[in-house]
Nanobody
Framework: QVQLVESGGGLVQPGGSLRLSCAAS????????MGWYRQAPGKQRELVAA???????NNADSVKGRFTISRDNAKNTVYLQMNSLKPEDTAVYYC?????????????WGKGTLVTVSS
């Protein structure tokens, strides 16, 4: 059974930092591109950052210079370090696993973790 479990969300003041984690199980983690998406109230889900199995990372323009995605294949975990948080970063953050090579076409989601940026 595949599970993606996010943690680390919460309430933070503008300018603060949070680190999200996503622990994966039931997948061959090192052959999955891992991503973080977010969905704010009344808006569509959007890609925040993604990292390939080889470690190549891409960030959305809105978070460049503030957010950093990383992965630890030994721990089957992907992280999102979020710095200089803004109120507009408030959203539910979802972890995504997209298969590559033998697992191409496989796609899994976590249940999300809420990040609220407010004073």
């Amino acid at each position: 059974q595949v599970q993606l479990v996010e943690s680390g969300g919460g309430l933070v003041q503008p300018g603060g930092s949070l680190r999200l984690s996503c622990a994966a199980s039931g997948i061959f983690f090192s052959l999955y591109t891992m991503g973080w998406y977010r969905q704010a109230p009344g808006k569509q889900r959007e890609l925040v950052a993604a990292i390939t199995s080889g470690g190549t990372a891409n960030n959305a323009d809105s978070v460049k210079g503030r957010f950093t995605i990383s992965r630890d294949n030994a721990k089957n975990t992907v992280y999102l370090q979020m710095n200089s948080l803004k109120p507009e970063d408030t959203a539910v953050y979802y972890c995504n696993a997209e298969g590559t090579e033998l697992y191409y076409g496989m796609d899994y989601w976590g249940k999300g973790t809420l990040v609220t940026v407010s004073s």
